[in-house]
């Protein structure tokens, strides 16, 4: 069975690869643990070199790899400019910092000296997303190969030409052979590749389902896992909030990627005193956004990343609406837009209903009106998910308290989107997965934290 990148645009076949026999898959793999034994060894400076090279490659070819993306899952050219701006800022924070978080820590202890040490893992297995198709890879492997691990990369199969130029990328920046590669399998593949003993650890970013039967997986191998999973990120407008701003930021963040991301703002949940006006501003935010072809400039919308895709989330909205949701923005499909869904607004949203309980993956916002900011508090944290969440309004210190102390979530922002940047650890909890990204804590997942204890 070929693998096929697929223009969401109109449905047409871009290229087919042929996926990797699994021969020449177990010869990678191979490949990657002579490669860590040498590049386990290297010095930081050099890592970083390479690494910083890489930053410089990101920028020159900016434009080339946006367009691939447009091509590949739709997203607006500009909008991936901008994912490869992130990239390369990755990459340049590690190259600065990994020696320094990774430096061996003193402990007092017992002993005459006692010591942590963080050593690399060996080979981790990255399976990878096709909604931020670099993003995602880049802040795994920037941290990961700075920390002297050896890389291997099962990406989303709509997503291959993005794959294979992140591999001529790290060719290009002068890192050793083998310490990046990858596999271009379809997920059957998967559980074998995990069963190699070469492979030490593996992270995941993808549905709550994928990952749960990778966790299993590696679990039953004894194998580190990092899950970064779905999310129905609550965002709270409380009855002090600067409304205009929050109706802005929070369509900003609902239409992030055509509304596919994990982080992106999915349930609104509205204080009944602010609700008729957020609700009207919101929808002007939302209605004005321009939506086309990806690789026009002017383009803030493209198409969902695949039409089957597109067909699930009307599903979801038209459950909803039977069940008593009211759309008063979008929920129609045109004919002949094939993966292409128009911003939209469900009101009236209860629990059960799957604009409630569900992540809706794509560019459909969820409102829930509550009593005040005891409910609101409830609603957000009603929910099986735990990646993002934020709190809109005017007394920061109140809103401080509830995001700090009050919302069950990875990450909490008051008054702003829930994004991720290279500086801060990223990741959820409950079924939004477990361990971290980025940051300190992110370079830190897949090392040996080991004990040195001198009598």
């Known amino acids: 069975m070929s693998i096929e990148s697929v223009n969401p645009l109109n449905g047409e076949v871009v290229r087919t ?11 990678k793999i191979r490949q990657s643990h002579q490669a860590f034994l040498s590049w386990k060894n290297t010095s930081f400076s050099d890592r970083a070199f390479c690494m910083t090279r890489m930053s410089d490659i990101l920028r020159k070819r900016k434009h080339e790899l946006a367009k691939l993306m447009a091509v590949e899952m739709g997203k607006p050219i500009k909008a ?7 990239c390369a800022l990755v990459c ?9 978080f990774l430096a061996r820590e003193t402990v007092p202890s017992s002993a005459a000296r006692s010591y942590i040490t963080f050593n690399p893992l060996g080979v981790v297995l990255a399976i990878m997303p096709w909604n931020f198709p670099f993003w995602q890879t880049f802040r795994f492997l920037a941290p990961g190969l ?3 691990n050896c890389c291997l990369l099962k990406h989303a199969s709509n997503v291959p030409g993005c794959a294979i130029a992140t591999e001529e990328i790290i060719k290009e920046a002068g890192f050793p052979d083998r310490v990046f590669q990858t596999l271009l399998v379809e997920s059957s593949a ?8 070469v492979i030490k650890a593996v992270t995941l970013t993808g549905s709550t389902e994928a990952g749960m039967k990778v966790a299993q997986k590696a679990a039953s191998l004894i194998k580190k896992v990092v899950l970064e999973l779905g999310g129905s990120d609550p965002y709270l407008v409380l009855k002090d909030a600067d409304v205009p701003l929050a109706a802005a930021t929070c369509a900003e963040s609902r239409l992030i990627n055509s509304g596919q991301s994990c982080i992106a703002a999915k349930r609104f949940i509205v204080v009944k005193e602010v609700a008729e006006e957020f609700i009207r501003l919101f929808k002007e935010e939302m209605q004005s956004k321009n939506m086309g072809n990806p690789l026009d400039e002017a383009t803030a919308l493209g198409p969902m990343a695949k039409k089957e895709l597109r067909d699930q989330l009307h599903a979801q909205v038209t459950r909803s609406i039977d069940q008593g949701a009211e759309c008063i923005l979008g929920g129609q499909i045109s ?18 209903m799957p604009a409630y ?12 009106t509550v009593s005040d900011e005891e409910e609101a508090i409830q609603v957000a944290n009603d929910t099986s998910f ?3 969440s934020a709190v809109f309004t005017t007394d920061i210190e109140r809103g401080e308290e509830i995001a700090a102390s009050r919302l069950n979530s990875g990450c909490s922002f008051v008054n702003d989107y829930v994004k991720s940047t290279p500086e801060l650890p990223f990741g959820g909890v409950n079924q939004s997965g477990f361990g971290r990204e980025l940051g300190t804590y992110g370079i830190k997942e897949f090392v040996n934290i080991k004990t040195v204890y001198i009598k």
């Open 80 to 86: 991936g400019e901008g994912e490869i701006e992130k």
């Open 190 to 197: 998967v559980e074998k590749i995990i069963e190699n003993p």
């Open 357 to 368: 309980e569900e992540e809706m993956f794509g560019p459909v916002a969820s409102v829930i």
């Open 335 to 352: 004919p002949g837009s094939h993966a292409f869904y128009p911003p939209t607004i469900l009101i009236n949203v209860k629990k059960g």
């Open 17 to 27: 690869y042929q996926p990797y026999p699994a021969e020449l898959v177990t010869r």
């Open 92 to 100: 340049e924070y590690y190259a600065k910092n990994a020696e320094e």
């Open 386 to 388: 735990g990646l993002g």
């Open 146 to 148: 700075m920390a002297g």
